[in-house]
């Protein structure tokens, strides 16, 4: 499911003039063995620039900028190619249809609907290329090594997009972004912990770049800028223009590896510098808990193994669609859509693991998501500090639930199915539906009773 962020974590997209202002999002892979590997010759891109044109000398000019604000020596020239926007969309799609199983899109609107985050009738995969297309300045294609560019860019907008792709090339020829890139079911958190450390990565030495010229001299660098005016930077461009018009759940999720990844990036340049970030591309995050708290990716804190939810009260034909990992970032995106981002963040702290179903039985769906928390000062705090938190929220937004007690609440909603949270131990259980979602209408295929003898089928898988 991954919570909107299927088509961005296959880019390493670019931000043009500033993060949020266009946006997009990248996922990597594991290191290599060998260097060698990078050598290996990739498919051509369909039209280079000119090897002495001036978009070349300006490419080359830019690269040898990214070199010295990032450290890193390019091994080999890095290719652009400039297209119309129509183009660099047409590539986008292409890639995406390479790269995603059929139905990867589809299961991930489906979850976002039934969540109730976006409308029922919506055409998620057309929004989803939408708000891309408003956004994307410019990406780094690992497969043919080449950046390509919007030709319509201003020339700070120009100069952004180059100087942030530019480090992904940068990043793939060390440390081989094409594996990483690649779309493996049931591993979202990892995936986005690493597309975190990517655009984290490239936003960070983009700024310096930025900086650099704006106020040269001065020896100011992207961790001088607070965290809270940059994080605010982000969140306001996505707020305005032609990206306010796609669901909040859209745009935050194409923000989040920007924001997130470059809040630690920043953290450990203040700490080490650019060999501290080339230290966690050795040794890449492996959640996005790690991304969240870097103390935790210090110590190598793993994720709990967490069953996925079991779901033999629905009855007979019942299959899963997909199922994932959302990690303590998709867990707080998802939060933030029913209370305000600083309790949402209240509210996921303390992840531990968590599996989510997707399920079909051809006319109906359904959705099963299991958290568990770390233990806090008593064993079960923090599970029983979220179930308040968000059976508070449930109430505000859905109004009183049909069926409560301290550690149950249910929601009926006649479009949806019900909504159910509950809290078993250390665990936060919440189940979506039964819902009919195959016709022009959704309705209810489910009640509370049934949501009930659901959670707690799951709970008693241990």
């Known amino acids: 499911m991954r919570f909107a962020r299927l088509i961005a974590t296959l880019l390493l997209s670019s931000c043009a003039s500033a993060p949020g202002q266009r946006a997009g999002t990248a996922a990597p892979r594991p290191p290599p063995s060998a260097s060698a590997h990078a050598a290996e010759p990739r498919d051509p891109p369909s039209r280079l620039l000119a090897s002495e044109s001036p978009e070349s000398r ?73 708000l891309l297309e408003d956004q994307l300045a410019g990406y780094y294609e690992p497969s043919d090594r080449t950046m390509y560019m919007a030709s319509d860019l201003d020339q700070q907008e120009a100069t952004a997009t180059l100087a942030h792709e530019l480090v992904h090339a940068l990043q793939d020829q060390r440390w081989d972004l094409e594996a990483r890139s690649k779309y493996r079911a049931g591993d979202g958190d990892r995936s986005e912990a690493v597309s975190a450390l990517a655009e984290g990565d490239a936003t960070s030495a983009m700024f310096d770049v930025m900086i650099a010229r704006v106020a040269p001299g001065q020896g100011k660098t992207a961790p001088d800028i607070p965290d809270s005016t940059f994080v605010e930077q982000i969140r306001d461009g996505m707020s305005h223009g032609p990206a306010a018009a796609a669901p909040h759940i859209m745009r935050s999720s194409l923000a989040a590896p920007y924001i997130y990844g470059t809040l630690f990036v920043n953290l450990l340049r203040r700490r080490g510098g650019w060999s501290a970030v080339d230290q966690a591309w050795d040794d890449a995050p492996t959640t996005s808990e790690q991304i969240l708290h870097a103390d935790k990716w210090l110590a190598h804190e793993p994720p709990m193994l967490v069953p996925a939810p079991t779901f033999g009260s629905l009855g ?31 509210t996921s702290d303390g992840w531990g693991g968590d599996r989510a179903v997707l399920l079909s039985d051809g006319e109906r769906s359904a959705f099963a998501w299991r958290l568990r928390f770390d233990p806090g000062k008593t064993q079960d705090e923090r599970a029983a500090r979220a179930f308040a938190f968000l059976a508070r929220a449930f109430n505000k937004k859905l109004g009183p639930a049909q069926a409560s007690d301290h550690v149950f609440a249910c929601h009926e909603r006649d479009d949806r199915g019900p909504v159910a949270l509950a809290q078993v131990g250390p665990d936060i259980v919440l189940t979506l539906g039964p819902a009919w979602t195959t016709t022009a209408r959704w309705k209810s295929a489910g009640t509370c009773a049934l949501a009930r003898k659901w959670t707690r089928e799951i709970a008693a898988r241990d």
Not at 101 to 115: C, Q, R, S, T, V
Not at 326 to 336: D, K, P, Q, S, Y
């Open 58 to 130: 300006l490419l080359r000019a830019m690269l040898a900028s990214v070199e010295a604000a990032r450290g890193l020596q390019a091994t080999n020239p890095v290719p652009g190619a400039f297209l119309k926007r129509s183009e660099l969309i047409a590539r986008v799609k292409e890639h995406v249809s390479r790269e995603l199983p059929p139905k990867a899109i589809h299961n991930e609107g489906l979850a976002l609907m039934l969540f109730g985050f976006v409308p029922t009738a919506f055409d998620y995969e057309a929004a989803e290329y939408q």
């Open 316 to 346: 007979q034909g019942w299959t899963v669609a997909d199922e994932d990992s959302e990690g303590e970032l998709g867990a707080r995106l998802a939060f933030e859509e029913w209370m305000d981002p600083s309790t949402a963040a209240e």
